[in-house]
């Protein structure tokens, strides 16, 4: 049973536009929600991160949204950038698991 | 060092033969875990040390596997009697707390053929 689901495995979006990644989870337990960025060959990479008591959190061109209720969040890529093509991973941390919970990552491709 | 390190980066072996992986943590971090992913798979927690001590080894896939850390630092990882569905990348993690960001190595491809 996939507690973090990413539903799209991979998402096209043009170079300077809007990149929206979403990711839902089942565990109402979770209280820590994580975005990983992982080129290939190397281990993934820590973008961003949420606390269950926040709906929005922002770093330059980052945005991660927690909407509780639908167990739903995104991320947001503003402007998005070629070097920003890679698989992102979302996590949740908690819901009595030692280690984060991984959804299956969405491939982003930014076209130039 | 200034990142998490594993060692070796690639690793094939024959069915039936032992290995072990090596994870250097972040200095500091007391935090350690080990996950895998496997073909076209998200990455799947394995075990977690707090310090010294692995609180719940359930995450672990089988009896062949296990996982040590000693002096808060260097973590193994070995795998007994490999089989070709333990074939995957095999990544460390360390954070300065539990639940808190981890940042995790390059990963140990592992080929069982």
């Known amino acids: 049973d996939q507690q973090v689901k990413q539903n799209s495995p991979s998402l096209s979006v043009q170079e300077g536009r809007i990149s929206i990644l979403n990711c839902d989870y089942t565990?109402?337990?979770?209280?820590?929600f994580l975005w990983y960025k992982k080129y290939p060959a190397e281990g993934p990479t820590f973008l961003i991160s949420?606390?269950?008591?926040?709906d929005k959190n922002e770093d330059g061109r980052f945005t991660v949204f927690l909407n509780k209720s639908a167990k739903h969040l995104s991320l947001h890529i503003v402007p998005s950038q070629p070097g920003d093509s890679a698989v992102y991973f979302c996590?949740?941390?908690?819901?009595?698991?030692?280690?984060?919970?991984f959804g299956k990552g969405t491939h982003l491709i930014i076209q130039p | 060092g200034a990142g998490v390190s594993q060692s070796p980066s690639n690793k094939v072996t024959e069915k039936g033969k032992d290995v072990e992986l090596r994870c250097d943590p972040i200095?500091?971090?007391?935090?350690l875990y080990w996950y895998r992913q496997s073909l076209g798979q998200g990455l799947e927690f394995l075990i977690y040390?707090?310090?010294?001590?692995?609180?719940?080894k359930s995450g672990l896939p089988s009896d062949r596997f296990s996982a040590e850390r000693t002096g808060g630092s260097v973590s193994t990882l070995t795998i007994q009697r490999t089989q070709q569905e333990d074939s995957a990348v095999y990544l460390c993690?360390?954070?300065?707390?539990?639940?808190?960001?981890?940042?995790f190595g390059p990963g140990t491809r592992l080929t069982v053929t």
């Open positions: 993690a360390s954070s300065m707390r539990q639940n808190y960001e981890q940042y």
């Open positions: 565990n109402s337990m979770f209280d820590y």
């Open positions: 949420i606390s269950s008591i926040k």
């Open positions: 996590a949740a941390s908690g819901g009595g698991a030692d280690g984060l919970t």
């Open positions: 200095s500091g971090h007391t935090a």
């Open positions: 040390f707090q310090g010294n001590s692995a609180p719940d």
